[in-house]
T-cell receptor, first 110, second 114 residues
Framework: GENVEQHPSTLSVQEGDSAVIKCTYSDSASNYFPWYKQELGKRPQLIIDIRSNVGEKKDQRIAVTLNKTAKHFSLHITETQPEDSAVYFCAASTYDKIIFGKGTRLHILP | DTAVSQTPKYLVTQMGNDKSIKCEQNLGHDTMYWYKQDSKKFLKIMFSYNNKELIINETVPNRFSPKSPDKAHLNLHINSLELGDSAVYFC?????????????FGSGTRLTVV
């Protein structure tokens, strides 16, 4: 079955700097890669996604890249702000379910 | 209107009890899921139903039994609760069972077994 690895598990960046979270997946049949943000005590919420026929997608301060050959995908957050502090999950979708990475706890330092 | 709603939000119960968690979605989605999030925040799929039919049953103890009376509802019944069942349980739904696009999560049920 699909296995999604996510790094780092914890990331601290100075406010205004960029943050990068990286993931790899194992099943070459995966074709949809969403990213979720989970604030403390809240539900995971979709922030951006990318499909396998696209290499990069951007939405304001966040961007995702996908390398299907290497089975890598990444989340980039630029000009980080205090409200970006949360746990971020990458995921890969294979047919009928989404498999999540173990999450990255992002701390934005003042 | 809440798109995916779960009840109860909090559940504290003793070991050995039986409890149920309910989930309802008003998005018209065909597929619903149960995920378990443990203390380390790991989100692990448990079950998936498509149009009331079970399509995914991961390695979950058979004390956990999902039930889908219709495609808008997916309930989770847990028998003989154990300490290790303490977690946050999230219901989710998606519009397409072929590729799970458009996942929407419920607000979660925090289960504490004492």
């Amino acid at each position: 079955g699909e296995n999604v690895e996510q790094h780092p598990s914890t990331l601290s960046v100075q406010e205004g700097d960029s943050a990068v979270i990286k993931c790899t997946y194992s099943d070459s049949a995966s074709n949809y890669f969403p990213w979720y943000k989970q604030e403390l005590g809240k539900r995971p919420q979709l922030i951006i996604d990318i499909r396998s026929n696209v290499g990069e997608k951007k939405d304001q301060r966040i961007a995702v890249t996908l390398n299907k050959t290497a089975k890598h995908f990444s989340l980039h957050i630029t000009e980080t702000q205090p409200e970006d502090s949360a746990v971020y999950f990458c995921a890969a979708s294979t047919y009928d379910k989404i498999i999540f990475g173990k999450g990255t706890r992002l701390h934005i330092l003042p | 209107d809440t798109a995916v709603s779960q009840t109860p939000k909090y559940l504290v119960t003793q070991m050995g009890n039986d409890k149920s968690i309910k989930c309802e979605q008003n998005l018209g989605h065909d597929t619903m899921y149960w995920y378990k999030q443990d203390s380390k925040k790991f989100l692990k799929i448990m079950f998936s139903y498509n149009n009331k039919e079970l399509i995914i049953n991961e390695t979950v103890p058979n004390r956990f039994s999902p039930k889908s009376p219709d495609k808008a509802h997916l309930n989770l019944h847990i028998n003989s609760l154990e300490l290790g069942d303490s977690a946050v349980y999230f219901c989710a739904s998606s519009s397409n069972s072929q590729t799970a696009y458009g996942y929407t999560f419920g607000s979660g049920t925090r289960l504490t077994v004492v």
